[in-house]
């Protein structure tokens, strides 16, 4: 119901304004408002307020003076004016102030003049009819200010020290933060209402807080008294490694400082530069006192303990921070003293588990390129020791193989990083369509750097010494061709072999090793001690096609023989006759890798007609073609009676030829036993003591030793007894011996200069002219996948293709080279 004012204002005298009430538009109260008839939330909504409105209204007309008594309000609402009385509500709103002051005031005992009920009604008054809500709003700024005022010089004046000064500090900071939320609760309509339209004010919690800390907090007499604090609680758990009894207090402290915003600036940084100074003073005591090893146990006990404090009384956001600047404090510095004298006995311990916390710890403090670099070293200083053991050259390889596996294993397992990487999922959606989730998951990375400084190091711990890994890692290969499975899977052999040409990889010497390999397959071949065709034939695959084009030869071999088979079966076929059974291989003398005889051995009588049989045979079939005979690998199988009874010797030809002269005579002097087989001095030694002087022993020899001299005498030993029928009697010059690998040695030496002189040649012919150091440089880039020639072999080279015409120096540069065309 809408009223016009001048309506009223000519209605004849009467007690209609007395008896006059709008529910909507005039409300007729006391200068106080009294709670309502039932309870109201502290918040309640609007609807709740005006019902509340509306019943201290309506119990305000029943309590109200008799006309014309006191001070009455007359408000008329309309649509164009309102009319108010000034001092209606000043009770309400004077009650308010004083709560206010009573709340803030933390030595005033005195109970509040009204209920919370009553004074949150009473701030609806003020704030929504009376609209004095500036006026509340400056009270209550100067009641905080004042209240803060009090607080600051309480706490200043507090006359304990350090941690102990903590916990009053905190007990009045709580207290502050309950009676502004008290406050809060009471002058609700002051934000709601008036706060929340005004954005150059702040609502009463920001108010106070912002007070709270520009007072109190900023104060630096109070800050300097709150770091104290901290200082000495932090520092007495790390030197006493326990938890502290105000470890609680620190706990609401921070709590605060994060509810004002304070807890960074405050709390935090000083906490960072406190654990850095603590550990970085205590990482020199440790330095000065303990090993490398030691001093990162110790480590890692600091950075367990400072991550357990951590987490027990700061935010989550903070741990990272202050294990990185734990880490930082304690290893700054360190890094290069630790990584030199910790990993190797860590190497040597095979300590994945110590090299890993290493690793994580070093990741850390952004110190991995330190360790890396260690890691290489240490590595090549082991390969070195390795390699150059003159004294147990047999077992290099082996060595080598299990070094390399656990650094393999310390690549793939240990020096890893976890990365999140994002993983899209499928997923089944309430309406049936396929749908794709995108999730994260963490994936374990090899660190490549680790793995790139260990092919290096390997790589240069080889080239310590020149040749002898190659040589030796193609005779690890040989026994191990030889050897075969010996029980185990395919996977677990063909893993062994491809162990070793992993090693052959870090060789800049691969000719060497070609010779070697050809040479041992070749023996390996012809004397059927291969343990698998198959195998072989796999080997010189990769070989040809993983590492070196040249070990393509290798299939011409077993060409070869397939050939000599077919050749023989039809040989036999011819001579079905013939007492003795003979087998002979015709070989390319291009493709297998045997020098030339330098004399031939005296074969009994019968072998010679049995071999010029064959060779009338093979020259019937090609004339053009020419047999040169090569005894050193043959073999025998003979029948020989002892007392014990009849054995089956498998010999080599050398020594059935020596075995045979003791069916004429049972005993021969060394000087007739060369007279009669024409063999060389070092060849026959090696024979006589492989029979008279192993293991086992069908001739026996005066006087008795291990080798063989000049006026030794043998004999057939007939007490030769072996529990097997069938002997093999190992021979000697089966095996690689020093003079075959000098040989060898310095056929790959004569082949390296053919091959410079071939790669200088070749350059200089494109060239035509260039300087000696641009011709070196080309040089060894030509020549680089076979070995890596010494520079002054380069330098003989050129000189010698000088001599030779070849090339020619310049006359005003003798640097300069010219093609000689």
């Known amino acids: 119901m809408a009223i016009d004012v001048h309506t009223l204002l000519t209605l004849p005298s009467s007690k209609a304004f007395s008896s006059f009430r709008s ?162 609760s009471i002058l609700a309509y002051l934000d709601r209402e008036y706060l929340s339209h005004k954005k150059e004010l702040s609502p009463t919690r920001t108010l106070a807080y912002e007070l709270f800390s520009a007072r109190i907090l900023d104060e630096p007499q109070i800050l300097q008294k709150i770091q104290d604090g901290i200082r000495e609680w932090v520092e007495w758990e790390r030197k006493n490694e326990m938890a502290h009894t105000s470890r609680a207090v620190v706990t609401k402290l921070i709590s605060c400082l994060i509810r004002h915003d304070k807890y960074k600036t405050i709390f935090e940084h000083f906490y960072l530069k406190n654990t850095a100074e603590f550990y970085t003073a205590e990482s020199q005591h440790l330095r000065d006192t303990l090993s490398a090893g030691q001093f990162m146990r110790r480590c890692e006990e600091r950075d367990v303990q400072e991550q357990n404090r951590s987490m027990a009384i700061l935010p989550p956001d903070s741990w990272d921070v202050v ?100 993983q899209a999922t499928p997923s089944q959606a309430s309406t049936s369509a396929a749908t794709t989730d995108i999730g994260v998951h963490t994936e374990k990375v090899s660190n490549k750097d680790f793995g790139y400084a260990m092919i290096d190091a390997f790589a240069k711990g080889f080239r310590s010494r020149r040749n002898k890994p190659a040589e030796l890692i193609a005779k690890y290969l040989d026994k191990a061709m030889r050897k075969g499975q010996k029980g185990r899977d395919d996977k677990d052999y063909s893993s ?133 005979w090569d005894h050193s690998l043959g073999t025998a199988h003979l029948r020989a009676r002892f007392k014990k009874g009849e054995k089956e010797l498998s010999v080599s030809l050398y020594q059935a030829i020596i075995l045979l002269l003791f069916n004429e005579d049972e005993q021969k002097s060394f000087s ?49 007894t072996d529990p097997a029928f069938r002997v093999h009697i190992n021979s000697i010059q089966v095996k690689e011996t020093a003079e075959e690998t000098q040989r060898t040695q310095s056929l790959v030496e004569g082949d390296r200069k053919y091959a410079l002189d071939a790669a200088i040649v070749r350059i200089m012919k494109g060239k035509k002219q260039l300087q000696y150091e641009q011709l070196k440089t080309a040089t060894i880039d030509a020549v680089k996948h076979h070995f890596k020639p010494d520079i002054p072999m380069i330098k003989q080279r050129v000189d010698n293709l000088v001599e030779q015409d070849y090339l020619r120096r310049d006359e005003d540069d003798f640097s300069l080279l010219m093609y000689v065309a």
């Open 323 to 422: 294990k990185d600047t734990t880490r930082r404090g304690l290893l700054t510095n360190r890094l290069e003293w630790i990584a030199k004298e910790a990993i190797p006995s860590q190497m040597a311990e095979q300590d994945s588990d110590g090299l890993r916390r290493m690793y994580l710890i070093f990741a850390a403090v952004g110190g991995l390129k330190v360790m890396q670099d260690s890691f290489k070293w240490q590595v090549e200083v082991f390969v070195k020791n390795i390699v150059r053991d003159t004294s147990d050259e047999d077992h290099m390889v082996s060595k080598l193989l299990i070094f390399k596996a656990f650094c393999d294993k310390l690549v793939e397992d240990t020096f890893i990083d976890e990365v999140k990487v994002p």
């Open 23 to 184: 529910s909507d538009t005039g409300i007729l109260e006391q200068p106080r408002s009294d709670s309502p008839p039932r309870k109201i939330p502290r918040l309640a909504t609007d609807s709740d307020s005006a019902s509340a409105s509306r019943s201290r209204t309506s119990e305000a007309s029943n309590t109200r003076p008799a006309e014309g008594r006191g001070s009455v309000l007359l408000q008329l609402q309309g649509p164009h004016v309102t009319v108010r009385a000034s001092n209606f509500y000043d009770a309400d709103y004077n009650v308010l102030r004083a709560s206010i002051r009573s709340i803030l005031d933390s030595t005033n005992t005195d109970e509040l003049p009204a209920t919370y009920q009553k004074l949150y009604a009473a701030c609806r008054a003020v704030v929504c009819q009376a609209q004095k809500g500036p006026g509340l709003y400056e009270s209550l700024k100067l009641s905080l200010e004042q209240s803060v005022g009090r607080t600051a010089n309480q706490v200043l004046a507090l006359t304990r020290v350090g941690e102990q000064w903590l916990e009053p500090f905190v007990n009045a900071c709580e207290w502050f933060e309950k009676q502004v939320g008290t406050l809060e």
């Open 496 to 628: 062994e072999l491809d162990a070793a040409l992993e090693l052959y990889r870090f060789t800049d010497d691969k000719d060497v090793f070609r010779a070697f390999y050809h040479r041992a397959l070749a023996k390996r071949l012809l004397l059927e001690k291969s343990a698998s065709d198959d195998y072989e034939k796999a080997m010189l695959k990769k070989l040809k096609e993983q590492y070196d084009p040249e070990f393509g030869m290798g299939d011409q071999m077993f060409t070869d023989l397939s050939l000599s088979r077919d050749l023989m079966k039809e040989f036999s076929a011819l001579e079905k006759n013939s007492q003795y059974k003979v087998s002979v291989m015709v070989l390319q003398h291009s493709v297998w890798p045997f020098a030339g005889r330098k004399g031939d051995v005296a074969l009994p009588e019968w072998m010679g007609e049995e071999l010029q049989a064959f060779m009338d045979f093979y020259k019937r079939k090609h004339s053009g073609h020419k047999l040169d």
């Open 672 to 720: 007739e036993i060369k007279m009669l087989t024409q063999m060389e001095d070092a060849e026959l030694r090696r024979t006589l003591q492989s029979l008279a002087c192993g293991r086992k022993r069908v001739l026996t020899k005066e006087p008795l030793g291990k080798d063989v001299n000049d006026g030794d005498v043998f004999r057939c030993n007939a007490d030769f």
